[in-house]
């Protein structure tokens, strides 16, 4: 069964830093490119970054620029998103989703549509 788990959250006050993980199971990373979203209540998901299949190619949100670091770990089949400088703006649910691209893919997207696997989300509260 293709799994997609997400972990790391947490309540964190302005400034602080958290380290979201995407593992997976029943399948291997190295073939999609992984995106990380969130969404507010009340607001339209919005993709916040993604690495290719290739991990040559990133994309950051301007939201996020600078503050935000994605990396994989393919050995661990997993995905990370180092958070630091968390604003109360950044307040949200975050999934990770996979795209299947192929090993040697510079393809990044942020469209939550283009996306084939989908995590069941974490919850990250920026508040002091």
């Known amino acids: 069964q293709l799994q997609l788990v997400e972990s790391g959250g947490g309540l964190v006050q302005p400034g602080g830093s958290l380290r979201l993980s995407c593992a997976a199971s029943?399948?291997?990373?190295?073939?999609?490119?992984i995106g990380w979203f969130r969404q507010a209540p009340g607001k339209e998901r919005e993709g916040v970054s993604c690495?290719?299949?290739?991990?040559?190619?990133?994309y950051y949100a301007h939201s996020v620029k600078g503050r935000f670091t994605i990396s994989r770990d393919n050995a661990k089949n997993t995905v990370y998103l180092q958070m630091n400088s968390l604003k109360p703006e950044d307040t949200a649910v975050y999934y990770c989703?996979?795209?299947?691209?192929?090993?040697?893919?510079?393809?990044?997207?942020?469209?939550?549509?283009?996306?084939?696997?989908w995590g069941q989300g974490t919850q990250v509260t920026v508040s002091s």
């Open positions: 989703a996979a795209l299947m691209k192929g090993p040697y893919s510079d393809y990044v997207s942020p469209a939550w549509d283009d996306y084939d696997y």
């Open positions: 029943g399948f291997t990373l190295d073939y999609y490119a």
């Open positions: 690495i290719s299949s290739s991990d040559g190619s990133t």
